[in-house]
């Protein structure tokens, strides 16, 4: 059974709210071989929607492949991991874990999988010696183009937390991957990252070697009255209601954050359950939004701490909290530009809609530090 309002983790298609007009357009984007980059902070449903966006383009027929960069290490686990994951269109899945060369050579070395990919040339995966990591790379890059052309199939790549190559290889791996990539005819690349900041610089600074490589598209927010819509309709599938304030109150305290949105609404549905009650009061979200207050507790107290690391950040954030101008505090303009990037940087703050206006990503944090700091 499916769960009721997911959070923390990739919800279906059945709870990705009102990004229908936005998955049609990544899907024909990508189709076309166009390379997009999904830029935006973690926990807003970048992931939901890219796995949705993959599940159309494999009903479609393209071939398709995803690597979480967060979790790799070195450029040869890179080449490695993404390797497994194209040939795995081949192949089928492989459930243990393949981090290094002579672990995939293993996989590979089996007999069905040889017959599988049998035609692709894959000699240093079968070799006895010990390639260059950035051999590795290459081959895998080099496969997925390779793979596609003998199948007569369009691939797409999904390479998440995109920022992470900085840390992996530097530049000397950001020039190398785009003089592989961009000599693909078959492979279009689904780019996604939490920093949106650095994204920018990878793809929009001139001096950067993937400049101009892929369109950036931002998530957009999900409107008020499909976030009703949502809520109204998952109750209704298990003989709940909710009265018109207490949604309103939902909303106006998680401020359509979707993490926040869904544990809210997961934690008053749990509620109900539990009391047996058939519709949901305001008394009920507000128990519910203290609820995940204290499920958050912990992670915005490691949140705090790393932003109390860069000076003045924390009075600046304060500042935009309290709903004041971070350029009246006692700083110097420069130090408060300086908090601001970084804030922006690791997403706590964007930029609001008027000139000089910042506002809180994910408003609970905003009231945690009120009501912490």
């Given at each position: 059974?499916?769960?009721?309002?997911?959070?923390g983790?990739p919800?279906?298609?059945?709870?990705?709210?009102?990004?229908?007009?936005f998955i049609?357009?990544?899907?024909?984007?990508?189709?076309?071989?166009?390379?997009v980059?999904?830029?935006?902070?973690?926990?807003?449903?970048?992931?939901?929607?890219?796995?949705?966006?993959?599940?159309?383009?494999?009903?479609?027929?393209?071939y398709t492949?995803?690597?979480?960069?967060?979790?790799?290490?070195?450029?040869?686990?890179?080449?490695?991991?993404?390797?497994?994951?194209?040939?795995?269109?081949?192949?089928?899945?492989?459930?243990?874990?393949?981090r290094?060369?002579?672990?995939?050579?293993?996989?590979?070395?089996?007999?069905?999988?040889?017959?599988?990919?049998?035609?692709?040339?894959?000699?240093?995966?079968?070799?006895?010696?010990?390639?260059?990591?950035?051999?590795v790379?290459?081959?895998?890059?080099?496969?997925?183009?390779?793979?596609?052309?003998?199948?007569?199939?369009?691939?797409?790549?999904?390479l998440?937390?995109?920022?992470?190559?900085?840390?992996?290889?530097?530049?000397?791996?950001?020039?190398?991957?785009?003089?592989?990539?961009?000599?693909?005819?078959?492979?279009?690349?689904?780019?996604?990252?939490?920093?949106?900041?650095?994204?920018?610089?990878?793809?929009g600074?001139?001096?950067?070697?993937?400049?101009?490589?892929?369109?950036?598209?931002?998530l957009?927010?999900?409107?008020?009255?499909?976030?009703?819509?949502?809520?109204?309709?998952?109750?209704?599938?298990?003989?709940?209601?909710?009265?018109?304030?207490?949604?309103d109150?939902?909303?106006?305290?998680?401020?359509?954050?979707?993490?926040?949105?869904?544990?809210v609404?997961?934690?008053?549905?749990?509620?109900?359950?539990?009391?047996?009650?058939?519709?949901?009061?305001?008394?009920?979200?507000?128990?519910?939004?203290?609820?995940?207050?204290?499920?958050?507790?912990e992670?915005?107290?490691?949140?705090?701490?790393?932003?109390?690391?860069?000076?003045?950040?924390?009075?600046?954030?304060r500042?935009?909290?309290?709903?004041?101008?971070?350029?009246?505090?006692?700083?110097?303009?420069?130090?408060?530009?300086?908090?601001?990037?970084?804030?922006?940087?690791?997403?706590?703050?964007?930029?609001?809609?008027?000139?000089?206006?910042?506002?809180?990503?994910?408003?609970?944090?905003?009231?945690?530090?009120?009501?912490?700091?």
């Open positions: 059974m499916a769960a009721v309002f997911p959070f983790k919800a279906g298609p059945e709870d990705i709210v009102d990004r229908e007009e049609a357009e990544l899907v024909e984007r990508l189709s076309d071989g166009h390379s980059i999904l830029a935006g902070p973690r926990r807003i449903g970048k992931s939901s929607v890219a796995g949705e966006v993959l599940r159309r383009l494999r009903e479609r027929g393209a492949a995803q690597l979480d960069l967060f979790h790799v290490t070195s450029t040869e686990e890179f080449g490695v991991k993404l390797l497994r994951a194209v040939l795995e269109n081949r192949t089928g899945p492989y459930h243990h874990a393949v290094a060369l002579r672990g995939l050579r293993e996989w590979l070395s089996r007999a069905e999988l040889k017959a599988k990919v049998h035609d692709l040339e894959l000699g240093l995966t079968f070799s006895t010696g010990s390639p260059d990591p950035e051999e790379l290459e081959t895998a890059v080099n496969t997925a183009e390779q793979l596609a052309t003998r199948d007569g199939r369009q691939m797409v790549v999904l998440d937390e995109f920022q992470e190559v900085d840390r992996i290889g530097g530049e000397p791996l950001l020039k190398r991957l785009r003089a592989l990539f961009q000599q693909q005819s078959r492979v279009a690349y689904l780019f996604l990252g939490s920093q949106t900041t650095l994204l920018r610089t990878i793809f600074d001139r001096r950067q070697a993937f400049y101009r490589f892929a369109t950036l598209l931002q957009p927010p999900v409107p008020e009255h499909a976030w009703e819509e949502y809520i109204r309709r998952r109750l209704a599938d298990h003989d709940l209601t909710i009265s018109g304030p207490a949604l109150t939902l909303l106006s305290k998680t401020g359509g954050h979707p993490y926040c949105v869904m544990a609404a997961y934690n008053a549905y749990l509620s109900a359950k539990l009391e047996g009650v058939r519709e949901i009061t305001s008394d009920m979200v507000h128990f519910a939004y203290e609820q995940t207050m204290d499920h958050l507790d992670f915005y107290t490691v949140q705090w701490a790393e932003i109390r690391r860069i000076q003045h950040a924390d009075a600046v954030l500042a935009v909290v309290e709903g004041g101008q971070p350029y009246a505090l006692p700083l110097y303009p420069s130090a408060v530009s300086k908090a601001l990037r970084y804030l922006m940087r690791i997403s706590i703050l964007h930029k609001g809609t008027q000139r000089g206006q910042y506002e809180l990503v994910e408003p609970m944090f905003g009231d945690w530090v009120r009501r912490h700091t």
